[in-house]
Protein backbone atom coordinates (compact mmCIF):
# COMPACT_ATOMS: atom_id res chain seq x y z
CA UNK A 1 0.00 0.00 0.00
CA UNK A 2 0.97 3.59 -0.48
CA UNK A 3 0.45 6.69 1.34
CA UNK A 4 1.58 10.53 1.20
CA UNK A 5 0.65 13.66 1.83
CA UNK A 6 0.52 15.87 -0.97
CA UNK A 7 0.69 19.66 -1.11
CA UNK A 8 -1.22 21.72 -4.24
CA UNK A 9 0.95 24.95 -4.25
CA UNK A 10 0.54 27.57 -7.00
CA UNK A 11 -0.32 30.93 -7.63
CA UNK A 12 -3.63 32.46 -6.74
CA UNK A 13 -6.50 31.32 -9.28
CA UNK A 14 -4.52 28.88 -10.81
CA UNK A 15 -7.33 26.20 -9.99
CA UNK A 16 -5.69 24.21 -7.31
CA UNK A 17 -8.92 24.28 -5.22
CA UNK A 18 -10.74 22.84 -9.00
CA UNK A 19 -8.38 20.07 -9.46
CA UNK A 20 -8.66 18.80 -5.35
CA UNK A 21 -12.50 18.76 -5.98
CA UNK A 22 -12.14 17.00 -9.37
CA UNK A 23 -9.67 14.56 -7.80
CA UNK A 24 -11.71 13.57 -4.79
CA UNK A 25 -15.36 13.62 -6.50
CA UNK A 26 -16.76 15.82 -4.31
CA UNK A 27 -16.93 19.96 -3.10
CA UNK A 28 -14.22 19.57 -0.86
CA UNK A 29 -12.48 22.87 -1.21
CA UNK A 30 -14.34 26.46 -2.43
CA UNK A 31 -13.75 27.77 -5.85
CA UNK A 32 -14.03 31.48 -7.75
CA UNK A 33 -12.57 33.17 -10.95
CA UNK A 34 -11.27 36.27 -7.52
CA UNK A 35 -7.82 35.52 -7.00
CA UNK A 36 -7.43 34.45 -3.25
CA UNK A 37 -10.59 32.34 -2.77
CA UNK A 38 -9.07 29.91 -0.36
CA UNK A 39 -7.48 31.06 2.79
CA UNK A 40 -6.93 27.66 4.71
CA UNK A 41 -5.07 24.38 4.41
CA UNK A 42 -7.89 22.33 3.52
CA UNK A 43 -7.47 18.42 3.31
CA UNK A 44 -8.73 16.43 0.78
CA UNK A 45 -8.56 12.49 1.17
CA UNK A 46 -8.16 10.22 -2.50
CA UNK A 47 -8.18 6.89 -2.17
CA UNK A 48 -8.04 3.65 -4.15
CA UNK A 49 -6.46 -0.04 -4.73
CA UNK A 50 -3.07 1.58 -5.24
CA UNK A 51 -3.55 3.69 -1.70
CA UNK A 52 -3.96 7.08 -0.31
CA UNK A 53 -3.35 10.12 -1.07
CA UNK A 54 -4.14 12.84 1.21
CA UNK A 55 -3.82 16.55 -0.29
CA UNK A 56 -3.78 20.01 1.42
CA UNK A 57 -4.88 22.73 -0.77
CA UNK A 58 -3.51 25.67 -0.06
CA UNK A 59 -4.00 29.58 -0.28
CA UNK A 60 -2.75 30.98 -3.71
CA UNK A 61 0.88 32.25 -3.91
CA UNK A 62 0.45 35.99 -3.60
CA UNK A 63 3.42 38.10 -2.77
CA UNK A 64 2.11 41.38 -0.42
CA UNK A 65 2.62 42.83 2.76
CA UNK A 66 -0.77 43.09 4.12
CA UNK A 67 -1.34 41.26 7.61
CA UNK A 68 -3.88 38.23 6.16
CA UNK A 69 -2.09 37.54 2.75
CA UNK A 70 1.46 37.19 4.80
CA UNK A 71 -0.89 34.76 6.81
CA UNK A 72 -1.75 33.14 3.49
CA UNK A 73 1.32 32.77 2.51
CA UNK A 74 2.91 31.41 5.74
CA UNK A 75 0.06 28.53 5.62
CA UNK A 76 0.87 27.66 2.38
CA UNK A 77 5.09 27.12 2.66
CA UNK A 78 4.28 25.67 6.20
CA UNK A 79 2.37 23.27 4.11
CA UNK A 80 4.79 22.57 1.69
CA UNK A 81 7.62 21.80 3.98
CA UNK A 82 5.53 19.29 5.85
CA UNK A 83 4.11 17.30 2.47
CA UNK A 84 5.79 14.09 1.27
CA UNK A 85 5.18 15.62 -2.79
CA UNK A 86 4.60 19.09 -3.68
CA UNK A 87 2.02 19.50 -6.89
CA UNK A 88 2.38 22.57 -8.54
CA UNK A 89 -0.20 23.94 -10.45
CA UNK A 90 0.86 26.28 -13.57
CA UNK A 91 -1.58 28.90 -14.87
CA UNK A 92 0.02 29.51 -18.05
CA UNK A 93 -2.73 32.17 -19.27
CA UNK A 94 -1.09 34.35 -17.42
CA UNK A 95 2.68 35.15 -18.10
CA UNK A 96 5.55 34.09 -15.44
CA UNK A 97 6.24 36.88 -13.25
CA UNK A 98 7.89 37.51 -9.80
CA UNK A 99 5.74 35.62 -7.87
CA UNK A 100 5.71 32.31 -10.05
CA UNK A 101 9.67 33.11 -9.54
CA UNK A 102 8.81 33.35 -5.77
CA UNK A 103 6.68 29.87 -5.97
CA UNK A 104 10.06 27.96 -7.91
CA UNK A 105 12.52 29.70 -5.70
CA UNK A 106 10.43 28.42 -2.23
CA UNK A 107 10.00 24.71 -3.93
CA UNK A 108 13.75 24.91 -4.71
CA UNK A 109 14.51 24.55 -0.87
CA UNK A 110 12.03 21.88 -0.22
CA UNK A 111 13.44 18.22 -0.23
CA UNK A 112 10.32 16.58 -1.55
CA UNK A 113 10.31 15.63 -5.29
CA UNK A 114 7.53 17.80 -7.15
CA UNK A 115 5.47 17.50 -9.75
CA UNK A 116 4.26 20.31 -12.03
CA UNK A 117 1.19 20.85 -13.67
CA UNK A 118 0.19 22.97 -16.33
CA UNK A 119 -3.12 23.68 -15.92
CA UNK A 120 -6.28 24.62 -18.24
CA UNK A 121 -5.36 22.76 -20.86
CA UNK A 122 -8.93 23.23 -22.72
CA UNK A 123 -7.79 26.93 -22.99
CA UNK A 124 -4.30 27.48 -23.67
CA UNK A 125 -2.52 27.90 -26.94
CA UNK A 126 0.27 26.36 -28.03
CA UNK A 127 2.55 29.44 -27.38
CA UNK A 128 1.43 29.76 -23.73
CA UNK A 129 1.59 25.80 -22.94
CA UNK A 130 5.37 25.80 -24.18
CA UNK A 131 6.17 29.16 -22.79
CA UNK A 132 5.37 27.64 -19.17
CA UNK A 133 7.50 24.13 -20.38
CA UNK A 134 10.23 26.76 -20.64
CA UNK A 135 9.88 28.58 -17.38
CA UNK A 136 9.74 24.66 -15.69
CA UNK A 137 12.83 23.16 -17.83
CA UNK A 138 14.43 27.02 -16.60
CA UNK A 139 13.64 26.44 -13.14
CA UNK A 140 12.80 23.47 -11.96
CA UNK A 141 14.88 21.26 -14.26
CA UNK A 142 14.10 18.12 -12.18
CA UNK A 143 10.36 18.21 -11.72
CA UNK A 144 7.79 15.82 -14.14
CA UNK A 145 5.73 18.36 -16.14
CA UNK A 146 1.93 17.03 -16.41
CA UNK A 147 -0.51 19.24 -18.45
CA UNK A 148 -4.40 18.83 -17.21
CA UNK A 149 -7.23 20.46 -17.14
CA UNK A 150 -8.83 20.47 -13.70
CA UNK A 151 -12.33 22.04 -14.89
CA UNK A 152 -12.84 19.28 -17.74
CA UNK A 153 -11.00 16.37 -15.80
CA UNK A 154 -8.35 15.86 -18.45
CA UNK A 155 -5.22 14.19 -17.56
CA UNK A 156 -6.02 14.22 -14.52
CA UNK A 157 -5.64 10.42 -13.71
CA UNK A 158 -2.51 10.68 -15.46
CA UNK A 159 -1.07 13.46 -12.60
CA UNK A 160 -2.38 10.25 -9.69
CA UNK A 161 -0.30 7.48 -11.42
CA UNK A 162 2.70 10.28 -11.20
CA UNK A 163 2.12 11.19 -7.70
CA UNK A 164 1.86 6.87 -6.53
CA UNK A 165 4.59 6.61 -8.14
CA UNK A 166 6.70 9.03 -6.23
CA UNK A 167 4.06 8.22 -2.87
CA UNK A 168 6.01 6.23 0.19
CA UNK A 169 4.75 2.87 1.33
CA UNK A 170 2.95 3.10 4.06
CA UNK A 171 -0.54 2.22 5.56
CA UNK A 172 -3.95 4.51 5.15
CA UNK A 173 -4.22 7.34 7.22
CA UNK A 174 -7.71 7.83 6.82
CA UNK A 175 -10.88 5.05 6.37
CA UNK A 176 -11.79 4.50 2.70
CA UNK A 177 -14.19 6.76 2.12
CA UNK A 178 -13.45 9.81 3.95
CA UNK A 179 -12.44 12.75 1.60
CA UNK A 180 -11.88 15.65 4.35
CA UNK A 181 -11.55 16.37 7.89
CA UNK A 182 -12.75 19.83 7.90
CA UNK A 183 -15.08 20.46 10.89
CA UNK A 184 -18.77 21.37 10.07
CA UNK A 185 -18.83 24.44 10.96
CA UNK A 186 -16.02 25.51 8.88
CA UNK A 187 -17.74 23.65 5.89
CA UNK A 188 -20.62 25.61 6.24
CA UNK A 189 -19.14 29.05 6.49
CA UNK A 190 -17.30 28.11 3.35
CA UNK A 191 -20.39 27.20 1.33
CA UNK A 192 -21.65 30.36 2.06
CA UNK A 193 -18.67 32.24 1.69
CA UNK A 194 -18.31 30.88 -2.34
CA UNK A 195 -22.02 31.75 -2.71
CA UNK A 196 -21.09 35.10 -1.39
CA UNK A 197 -17.94 36.15 -2.87
CA UNK A 198 -19.50 34.70 -6.56
CA UNK A 199 -21.70 37.57 -6.50
CA UNK A 200 -19.96 40.23 -6.02
CA UNK A 201 -17.01 41.70 -7.32
CA UNK A 202 -13.58 44.28 -6.99
CA UNK A 203 -12.37 44.07 -3.37
CA UNK A 204 -15.74 42.69 -1.60
CA UNK A 205 -15.17 39.00 -2.30
CA UNK A 206 -11.54 39.94 -0.18
CA UNK A 207 -13.70 41.70 2.61
CA UNK A 208 -15.96 38.76 3.10
CA UNK A 209 -15.68 36.19 5.88
CA UNK A 210 -18.41 34.10 7.39
CA UNK A 211 -18.81 32.63 10.96
CA UNK A 212 -21.04 29.97 11.57
CA UNK A 213 -22.75 31.25 14.86
CA UNK A 214 -24.82 28.19 15.80
CA UNK A 215 -25.68 24.47 14.77
CA UNK A 216 -28.56 23.38 16.58
CA UNK A 217 -30.63 19.83 16.29
CA UNK A 218 -34.50 20.33 17.27
CA UNK A 219 -35.34 16.88 17.57
CA UNK A 220 -39.39 17.08 17.92
CA UNK A 221 -38.76 19.15 14.31
CA UNK A 222 -36.24 17.11 12.81
CA UNK A 223 -34.57 20.67 11.78
CA UNK A 224 -31.24 21.89 12.13
CA UNK A 225 -30.93 25.26 13.02
CA UNK A 226 -28.11 27.40 11.48
CA UNK A 227 -27.28 30.24 12.31
CA UNK A 228 -24.50 32.21 10.22
CA UNK A 229 -23.43 35.99 9.77
CA UNK A 230 -21.36 37.10 6.66
CA UNK A 231 -19.41 39.72 7.73
CA UNK A 232 -17.80 42.71 5.27
CA UNK A 233 -15.75 45.28 6.24
CA UNK A 234 -17.72 48.49 5.91
CA UNK A 235 -21.87 49.63 5.74
CA UNK A 236 -21.55 50.60 2.69
CA UNK A 237 -20.69 46.75 1.60
CA UNK A 238 -23.34 45.57 3.61
CA UNK A 239 -26.13 46.61 0.96
CA UNK A 240 -23.91 45.35 -1.79
CA UNK A 241 -24.40 42.03 0.00
CA UNK A 242 -27.91 41.81 0.80
CA UNK A 243 -28.85 43.17 -2.64
CA UNK A 244 -31.65 44.84 -4.24
CA UNK A 245 -34.55 44.09 -1.69
CA UNK A 246 -32.49 41.17 -0.01
CA UNK A 247 -31.71 39.85 -3.72
CA UNK A 248 -28.58 38.35 -3.25
CA UNK A 249 -29.31 37.00 0.06
CA UNK A 250 -31.33 34.91 -1.39
CA UNK A 251 -29.35 33.79 -4.15
CA UNK A 252 -26.90 32.83 -1.24
CA UNK A 253 -29.50 31.13 0.88
CA UNK A 254 -30.78 29.06 -2.29
CA UNK A 255 -27.06 28.31 -3.78
CA UNK A 256 -25.47 27.04 -0.47
CA UNK A 257 -29.06 25.18 0.90
CA UNK A 258 -28.67 21.85 -0.96
CA UNK A 259 -25.03 21.62 -0.05
CA UNK A 260 -25.47 22.25 3.70
CA UNK A 261 -28.37 20.09 3.71
CA UNK A 262 -26.35 16.93 2.28
CA UNK A 263 -24.22 17.23 5.31
CA UNK A 264 -27.46 16.24 7.71
CA UNK A 265 -29.45 13.73 5.04
CA UNK A 266 -33.21 13.33 6.42
CA UNK A 267 -33.50 16.21 8.28
CA UNK A 268 -34.69 19.67 7.60
CA UNK A 269 -32.81 23.02 7.90
CA UNK A 270 -33.69 26.34 8.84
CA UNK A 271 -30.87 28.89 7.64
CA UNK A 272 -30.40 32.03 9.43
CA UNK A 273 -28.28 34.70 7.54
CA UNK A 274 -27.17 37.78 8.51
CA UNK A 275 -24.63 40.56 7.54
CA UNK A 276 -22.68 42.54 9.51
CA UNK A 277 -19.98 44.87 9.11
CA UNK A 278 -16.69 44.81 11.10
CA UNK A 279 -14.10 47.60 10.27
CA UNK A 280 -10.96 46.45 9.48
CA UNK A 281 -10.95 42.65 10.27
CA UNK A 282 -8.27 41.99 7.90
CA UNK A 283 -5.98 43.60 10.30
CA UNK A 284 -7.30 42.18 13.44
CA UNK A 285 -5.09 39.69 14.75
CA UNK A 286 -7.72 37.97 16.85
CA UNK A 287 -10.00 37.57 13.72
CA UNK A 288 -7.60 35.95 11.78
CA UNK A 289 -6.21 33.50 14.38
CA UNK A 290 -9.92 32.35 14.62
CA UNK A 291 -10.43 32.44 10.31
CA UNK A 292 -7.07 31.33 9.69
CA UNK A 293 -6.67 28.48 11.79
N1 LIG B 1 -10.81 26.91 -18.21
C1 LIG B 1 -10.40 26.42 -17.04
N2 LIG B 1 -10.65 27.09 -15.90
C2 LIG B 1 -10.22 26.55 -14.75
C3 LIG B 1 -9.52 25.32 -14.67
N3 LIG B 1 -9.23 25.08 -13.37
C4 LIG B 1 -9.74 26.10 -12.67
N4 LIG B 1 -10.35 27.00 -13.48
C5 LIG B 1 -11.03 28.25 -13.11
O1 LIG B 1 -10.09 29.12 -12.50
C6 LIG B 1 -10.71 29.88 -11.45
C7 LIG B 1 -9.94 29.69 -10.16
O2 LIG B 1 -10.08 28.34 -9.73
P1 LIG B 1 -9.77 27.91 -8.23
O3 LIG B 1 -9.80 26.43 -8.21
O4 LIG B 1 -10.62 28.65 -7.28
O5 LIG B 1 -8.26 28.40 -8.12
P2 LIG B 1 -7.27 28.33 -6.86
O6 LIG B 1 -5.91 28.06 -7.39
O7 LIG B 1 -7.80 27.41 -5.84
O8 LIG B 1 -7.35 29.85 -6.36
P3 LIG B 1 -7.01 30.45 -4.90
O9 LIG B 1 -7.76 29.68 -3.87
O10 LIG B 1 -7.47 31.85 -5.01
O11 LIG B 1 -5.53 30.35 -4.76
C8 LIG B 1 -12.15 29.39 -11.35
O12 LIG B 1 -12.96 30.29 -12.10
C9 LIG B 1 -12.09 28.02 -12.03
O13 LIG B 1 -13.31 27.63 -12.62
C10 LIG B 1 -9.27 24.63 -15.91
O14 LIG B 1 -8.68 23.55 -15.96
N5 LIG B 1 -9.73 25.23 -17.04
MG1 LIG C 1 -8.31 27.75 -3.92
Known amino acids: MKCATIAIIGRPSAGKSTLLNTICEMKVSITAATPQTTRNAIRGIYTDPRGQLIFTDTPGYHLSDKTMNKRLQQTAIRTLEDSDVVLYLIDAKRTAGE ?5 VQALAKVKSP ?15 HDAAKAFLAEHLPESVVMTASAKLDEGVDEILIELFKLAPEGELLYPTDAYTDQPVEFRISEMI ?3 AINLVTEEIPHAIYVTVEDIEHNKETNTIWVRAAIIVERETQKGIVVG ?4 NIK ?3 QGCTPEIR ?7 LQLDLR ?3 QDKWRNNAAILDRILR
Open 99 to 103: EELAI
Open 114 to 128: VVSCINKSDILTIGE
Open 193 to 195: REK
Open 244 to 247: KGGA
Open 251 to 253: KIR
Open 262 to 268: AIFPGKK
Open 275 to 277: VKA
